[in-house]
């Protein structure tokens, strides 16, 4: 079992930027992907951003394309997601998550294995 814990959410201006954090609670030598997503209210879950453990392949929604980057540590078992030119639009609670092998597009909430208990991003105008 993994537990996954997001931190560095909250209250920005629009054109300001935000650096969240999730740290796993043991190694990620058997993590294959990470991945962020978001929720703003009455929306469904969706996709930002995703990283492949092994060789850090990234993957991002267009909307965030250019604005946000998606990393990690292996040493501290973190992954990053730094979001710059945050707009209004961005507002959500942010999800890390993690999947344990390939089971498809990095895109889909059901290839991962492991939730965060979420961040809240609010971007004001």
């Known amino acids: 079992q993994v537990q996954l814990v997001e931190s560095g959410g909250g209250l920005v201006q629009a054109g300001g930027s935000l650096r969240l954090s999730c740290a796993a609670s043991?190694?990620?030598?058997?993590?294959?992907?990470m991945g962020w997503f978001r929720q703003a209210p009455g929306e469904e879950r969706e996709f930002v951003a995703a990283?492949?453990?092994?060789?850090?392949?990234?993957y991002y929604t267009d909307s965030v394309e250019g604005r946000f980057t998606i990393s990690r540590d292996n040493a501290k078992n973190t992954v990053y997601l730094q979001m710059n030119s945050l707009k209004p639009e961005d507002t959500a609670v942010y999800y890390c998550?993690?999947?344990?092998?390939?089971?498809?597009?990095?895109?889909?909430?059901?290839?991962?294995?492991?939730w965060g208990q979420g961040t809240q991003v609010t971007v004001s105008s």
């Open positions: 998550a993690a999947g344990r092998y390939y089971r498809g597009p990095y895109n889909l909430r059901d290839v991962y294995d492991y």
């Open positions: 043991r190694r990620t030598f058997s993590i294959y992907a």
């Open positions: 990283i492949r453990w092994g060789d850090r392949t990234t």
